[in-house]
């Protein structure tokens, strides 16, 4: 009898170590994936204010249809105001979503984190307004499904930057902080957007995709890029009181750490090729038409 209470006794202590084991690992791959999605959105952040809004600064517009032909058409003074406001609120949200989500500036400086979150929600609601604006008066070059599909991103965005606001200002904490992480997940659906892009056209050889944004592939991101990202911060919102087994968080940490080694590579080959020399260029003045 006593020999099978000591099986269990260590059988039950194995166990506990491995559930340990298995939270630990889950928690740090969480904050690895974190660490990574902040660094890679914070140069993209930077690369839209750099190639973009630096653009608009300059009065040098032309330099728009470099990367997205026919974005600037000359006298069209409404749209180019609408996208011009949508790159330039977009770039500032990128830098300081990115911040807002660093745990040690909420605790230690909550005014700091109070006026970059005001400042983020008031970038948020002008992008998104830029981006609406932008579409109900020249449309998106993918047609109507692009159309419906970034104009269902833009109201969404919209509506988290007002709850997210909201809910703070009413002391309702946990609900901001969830609103907040929907606002984040949406910020950021431009940036995996060109990831995803990035990474379909090497492996895939561009298929379903075309150069009016009108193929399969062209449709279907015109909603997945926001969707899925807030499909995943509505994941994290509930499993955070939600007791997972072992094997459910050893599985979850090879999940992270995949998406974690995915995006660094592609943060690798844009900031390699794209967003790392014109960032460069900006700062030190010397960007070549």
Do not use: C
């Not at 003074?77 to 949200?93: D, K, N, P, Y």
């Not at 970059?116 to 998106?140: D, E, H, M, Q």
């Not at 090497?202 to 926001?226: A, E, K, P, Q």
């Not at 499909?231 to 009181?241: C, D, K, S, T």
């Amino acid at each position: 009898m006593s020999q099978v209470i000591s099986e269990q006794i260590k059988r039950k202590a194995a166990d506990s170590k491995l559930a340990r084991l298995s939270a630990t690992s889950f928690r740090w791959a969480g904050i690895v994936l974190v660490a990574t999605v902040w660094i890679s959105a914070l140069l993209f952040g930077f690369y839209i204010l750099a190639f973009y809004a630096a653009a608009l600064y300059e009065g040098n517009l032309v330099r728009w249809n470099k990367v997205l032909p026919g974005l600037y058409t000359q006298g069209s003074t409404t749209s180019i105001t609408g996208i011009g406001l949508h790159f330039a609120a977009g770039g500032i949200i990128l830098v300081l979503g990115s911040i807002q989500l660093i745990s040690s500036i909420r605790t230690r400086y909550p005014s700091i984190h109070r006026w970059i979150g005001r400042l983020y929600v008031l970038s948020s609601l002008l992008a998104s307004i830029g981006g609406l604006l932008f579409i109900i008066v020249k449309g998106a070059i993918g047609g109507l499904v692009m159309n419906i599909g970034f104009s269902v991103y833009g109201l969404l965005m919209l509506i988290s930057a007002i709850e997210t606001y909201r809910h703070a200002a009413a002391g309702r904490i946990e609900k901001h902080r969830a609103w907040a992480l929907r606002l984040y997940a949406l910020a950021i659906g431009s940036w995996l957007y060109r990831m995803d892009y990035g990474f379909w056209l090497l492996l895939s050889d561009g298929l379903g995709h075309s150069d009016n944004f009108r193929g399969t592939f062209d449709r279907v991101m015109s909603f997945f890029f926001y969707i899925s990202n807030l499909l995943m911060a509505e994941a994290f919102i509930r499993v955070r009181n939600y007791k997972t087994t072992a094997l459910l968080n050893l599985f979850s940490t090879f999940i992270l750490l995949f998406m974690t080694g995915f995006l660094i590579l592609g943060t690798y080959y844009f900031t390699k090729l794209y967003w790392g020399p014109a960032i460069l260029e900006w700062f030190s003045g010397t960007y070549k038409d």
